[in-house]
């Protein structure tokens, strides 16, 4: 009988994955269609599948392909608050409330932020009256732990969840706010602590280790969170794996999940070694992730952290407690220094997906985090709310947080939180094949690791095939200068030692060229030599201008001209660069007669516009071309070297 009654089951799934075999071999019989038209070839002459040719890879090496369907549906990940955890750490989140909306105090003393601890506890006030609901306090700058009583007069330290910065003085800060969490006025009635209301001590001695920020001994940090859990429990939190410090010195994804979760794991078993039992030790544990303006890759991270660290929980004997506690912050490395503006965007894409992706805590910085405090030309005021309001746009209005684990069921979400987990995992498993994360940082792997993955991303990068919108696509060459003295432009608030931000390699061309405006009065520039009608060539002119203004370079086009127009034009522009730009036909026909006029006209470097095949065969053709694809940072900085062979120091200009 039981088999009977499993067979029209077996029948029907068997019928059902035919069905979805058949659709997708439909759509990829269409797909090659289109390619092998794209590319003048017979479908049977493609190189590879259509889903091969359509899909693209990340960082992490996972592939993203062009369809999910079904046939990629995987098992499911429980619900919201139950192991694995996929789908949130907190079973009672209030969905009127969402993730807490988490502000960063303490930073800077400079323009319109607080200077004295009254002020910033104002502020504080202010800001939670204005939608705040989570405090990050950092130490060191315009606050220090006396002031911490202040600068919490007035918040209720039940219902705030409070996250420490305090570097070197981690340890008096923390035992500080414990004091005036212990002084505070008993609330008339209490509720056990969750995800929302947890204390956060801050501490993260071996992710700072790496990143070289300042941070206290990690076994004096162990000894405190064998005190706190013997009295707070669950409610305090002393560790907080920063993510952060790995991912803005250039880590992708899966290398940031992997060496957290291994920073993470030599925490709990310190604490095993100090006394405590797994469960403590798991609940001494938060997690602070990088989040950037890939909001998938952002909604799987998230994801995909709560399933590694559940199977950590699981292994060690306490999955009842092994939900991760996860405070999303925006990545600095994706801020631009020029054209700032453009980071509120990337500041919303990443919110969103953090608030997708489950996060418990976001933290978003303002648009000019990656100005120095002196060269910000906004007030602190309108920077904290700009980027305050940013999640509060997304919570109260489009009402993202109402729904817990919103992507999940989605085949391309699931896919890609399974792939990045096993990415990160195998991560964490090469560590711990090598001693675990203290040795793997003693012995450098791990600084080896990220400098790879660094690399990976300015490869990408210079050849602009990840795009930074204002920096290596679409630059305004005109950008008024960030007006500070160059010396002042060193070190950003709240950043790491290694912070390796995504434009840096185009912004530093960029600061050659303001400085060499400042020094001349005209920026480098390259006359630009248009064949044929404005039809023909406006598409080669634009992607030369646009990416000559990447460099800080100006582009000067006289318009449409012929040979006998060049000795005029190059006279005029009085540089010793041209780009010949045109169609393939209009270098059949013109070009090397373009290119005599401009070798005549005393232009000693000639580039093509375009692929250098395009050019006519001969015995002369242009010194270089300028295409999609070419490594654009040599390139520039080639011609700006070509331009500008000497010229005023620069040393003091914030890459």
Same mark, same amino acid.
């Given at each position: 009988?039981?088999?009977?009654?499993?067979?029209?089951?077996?029948?029907?799934?068997?019928?059902?994955?035919?069905?979805?075999?058949?659709?997708?071999?439909?759509?990829?019989?269409?797909?090659?269609?289109?390619?092998?038209?794209?590319?003048?070839?017979?479908?049977?002459?493609?190189?590879?599948?259509?889903?091969?040719?359509?899909?693209?890879?990340?960082?992490?090496?996972?592939?993203?392909?062009?369809?999910?369907?079904?046939?990629?549906?995987?098992?499911?990940?429980?619900?919201?608050?139950?192991?694995?955890?996929?789908?949130?750490?907190?079973?009672?989140?209030?969905?009127?409330?969402?993730?807490?909306?988490?502000?960063?105090?303490?930073?800077?003393?400079?323009?319109?932020?607080?200077?004295?601890?009254?002020?910033?506890?104002?502020?504080?006030?202010?800001?939670?009256?204005?939608?705040?609901?989570?405090?990050?306090?950092?130490?060191?700058?315009?606050?220090?732990?006396?002031?911490?009583?202040?600068?919490?007069?007035?918040?209720?330290?039940?219902?705030?969840?409070?996250?420490?910065?305090?570097?070197?003085?981690?340890?008096?800060?923390?035992?500080?706010?414990?004091? #005036? +969490?212990?002084?505070?006025?008993?609330? @008339?009635?209490? &509720?056990?602590?969750? *995800?929302?209301?947890? !204390?956060? %001590? =801050? $501490?993260?001695?071996?992710?700072?280790?790496?990143?070289?920020?300042?941070?206290?001994?990690?076994?004096?940090?162990?000894?405190?969170?064998?005190?706190?859990?013997?009295?707070?429990?669950?409610? #305090? +939190?002393?560790?907080?794996?920063?993510? @952060?410090?790995? &991912?803005?010195?250039? *880590?992708?994804?899966? !290398?940031? %999940? =992997? $060496?957290?979760?291994?920073?993470?794991?030599?925490?709990?078993?310190?604490?095993?070694?100090?006394?405590?039992?797994?469960?403590?030790?798991?609940?001494?544990?938060?997690?602070?992730?990088?989040?950037?303006?890939?909001?998938?890759?952002?909604?799987?991270?998230?994801?995909?952290?709560?399933?590694?660290?559940?199977?950590?929980?699981?292994?060690?004997?306490?999955?009842?407690?092994?939900?991760?506690?996860?405070?999303a912050v925006t990545d600095l490395s994706m801020y631009s220094q020029r054209?700032?503006?453009?980071?509120?965007?990337?500041?919303?894409i990443a919110a969103f997906g953090a608030g997708v992706g489950g996060a418990?805590?976001?933290?978003?910085?303002?648009?000019?985090?990656?100005?120095?405090?002196?060269?910000?030309?906004?007030?602190?005021?309108?920077?904290?709310?700009?980027?305050?309001?940013?999640?509060?746009?997304?919570?109260?209005?489009?009402?993202?947080?109402?729904?817990?684990?919103?992507?999940?069921?989605?085949?391309?979400?699931?896919?890609?939180?399974?792939?990045?987990?096993?990415?990160?995992?195998?991560?964490?498993?090469?560590?711990?094949?090598?001693?675990?994360?203290?040795?793997?940082?003693?012995?450098?792997?791990?600084?080896?690791?990220?400098?790879?993955?660094?690399?990976?991303?300015?490869?990408?990068?210079?050849?602009?095939?990840?795009?930074?919108?204002g920096v290596n696509e679409f630059p305004n060459l005109d950008e008024k200068?960030?007006?500070?003295?160059?010396?002042?432009?060193?070190?950003?608030?709240?950043?790491?030692?290694?912070?390796?931000?995504?434009?840096?390699?185009?912004?530093?061309?960029?600061?050659?060229?303001?400085?060499?405006?400042?020094?001349?009065?005209?920026?480098?520039?390259?006359?630009?030599?248009?064949?044929?009608?404005?039809?023909?060539?406006?598409?080669?002119?634009?992607?030369?201008?646009?990416?000559?203004?990447?460099?800080?370079?100006?582009?000067?086009?006289?318009?449409?001209?012929?040979?006998?127009?060049?000795?005029?034009?190059?006279?005029?522009?009085?540089?010793?660069?041209?780009?010949?730009?045109?169609?393939?036909?209009?270098?059949?026909?013109?070009?090397?007669?373009?290119?005599?006029?401009?070798?005549?006209?005393?232009?000693?470097?000639?580039?093509?516009?375009?692929?250098?095949?395009?050019?006519?065969?001969?015995?002369?053709?242009?010194?270089?071309?300028?295409?999609?694809?070419?490594?654009?940072?040599?390139?520039?900085?080639?011609?700006?070297?070509?331009?500008?062979?000497?010229?005023?120091?620069?040393?003091?200009?914030?890459?």
């Amino acid at each position: 009988m039981p088999a009977q009654s499993e067979q029209p089951e077996q029948s029907r799934s068997v019928s059902s994955r035919s069905g979805l075999d058949e659709a997708y071999d439909t759509w990829s019989h269409a797909a090659a269609a289109v390619l092998a038209k794209s590319r003048r070839v017979e479908v049977d002459e493609l190189p590879d599948t259509p889903e091969a040719l359509l899909s693209t890879r990340t960082r992490d090496g996972l592939a993203i392909r062009p369809l999910y369907t079904r046939r990629d549906e995987t098992a499911e990940p429980g619900v919201p608050g139950q192991f694995p955890y996929v789908r949130g750490a907190d079973p009672a989140r209030d969905v009127l409330t969402g993730w807490r909306v988490t502000e960063r105090f303490g930073d800077t003393a400079l323009g319109d932020d607080p200077t004295a601890p009254a002020d910033t506890n104002s502020a504080v006030l202010d800001a939670m009256t204005n939608g705040t609901s989570g405090l990050w306090l950092t130490l060191g700058g315009a606050l220090t732990v006396d002031d911490i009583p202040t600068v919490l007069s007035g918040v209720y330290l039940d219902l705030v969840p409070i996250t420490l910065d305090a570097g070197a003085a981690g340890i008096e800060a923390a035992r500080a706010l414990l004091g #005036v +969490r212990d002084a505070a006025t008993p609330a @008339t009635s209490t &509720a056990p602590p969750t *995800a929302a209301t947890t !204390l956060s %001590l =801050g $501490l993260s001695p071996l992710t700072a280790a790496y990143s070289g920020r300042a941070t206290v001994a990690a076994d004096a940090a162990t000894a405190l969170a064998v005190d706190v859990a013997a009295e707070y429990g669950r409610a #305090v +939190r002393t560790f907080r794996v920063d993510g @952060t410090d790995f &991912a803005t010195a250039g *880590a992708d994804n899966g !290398l940031e %999940l =992997g $060496l957290s979760v291994a920073a993470a794991l030599a925490h709990v078993r310190d604490l095993a070694q100090a006394g405590l039992a797994p469960a403590q030790a798991l609940e001494q544990i938060s997690f602070a992730v990088s989040i950037d303006d890939d909001q998938f890759a952002g909604i799987a991270k998230l994801r995909a952290l709560r399933r590694i660290w559940a199977r950590v929980a699981d292994v060690v004997g306490a999955p009842e407690v092994g939900a991760a506690l996860t405070h999303a912050v925006t990545d600095l490395s994706m801020y631009s220094q020029r054209d700032p503006w453009v980071n509120m965007l990337r500041s919303t894409i990443a919110a969103f997906g953090a608030g997708v992706g489950g996060a418990d805590q976001v933290t978003v910085l303002g648009f000019d985090a990656a100005l120095p405090a002196d060269a910000r030309t906004s007030g602190a005021r309108f920077s904290r709310r700009m980027a305050r309001n940013t999640q509060l746009v997304l919570l109260e209005e489009s009402n993202i947080g109402r729904v817990l684990d919103p992507a999940g069921g989605s085949w391309f979400v699931e896919s890609l939180t399974d792939d990045l987990a096993a990415n990160a995992w195998a991560v964490f498993g090469d560590l711990e094949r090598r001693g675990g994360y203290h040795s793997a940082l003693e012995s450098g792997w791990i600084a080896d690791r990220v400098a790879e993955s660094l690399a990976t991303r300015d490869i990408e990068v210079a050849h602009r095939r990840q795009s930074v919108t204002g920096v290596n696509e679409f630059p305004n060459l005109d950008e008024k200068p960030i007006a500070t003295p160059a010396a002042s432009m060193t070190g950003l608030p709240g950043a790491s030692p290694r912070l390796a931000r995504v434009g840096r390699a185009f912004e530093s061309l960029r600061d050659r060229s303001d400085t060499h405006l400042a020094a001349t009065g005209t920026r480098p520039r390259i006359l630009l030599l248009p064949l044929g009608s404005v039809a023909e060539h406006n598409g080669r002119t634009t992607f030369v201008t646009n990416l000559l203004a990447a460099g800080g370079i100006e582009a000067v086009n006289p318009g449409p001209m012929d040979a006998t127009g060049v000795a005029d034009a190059a006279a005029a522009a009085a540089t010793p660069i041209a780009v010949l730009c045109g169609t393939r036909q209009r270098y059949a026909d013109e070009g090397p007669t373009a290119l005599a006029a401009a070798r005549a006209a005393g232009l000693t470097r000639v580039l093509l516009a375009g692929p250098a095949k395009e050019w006519p065969a001969g015995d002369d053709g242009p010194d270089a071309e300028l295409r999609v694809g070419i490594d654009a940072v040599t390139a520039l900085t080639d011609l700006f070297d070509r331009l500008v062979p000497t010229e005023p120091d620069t040393s003091g200009v914030q890459a």
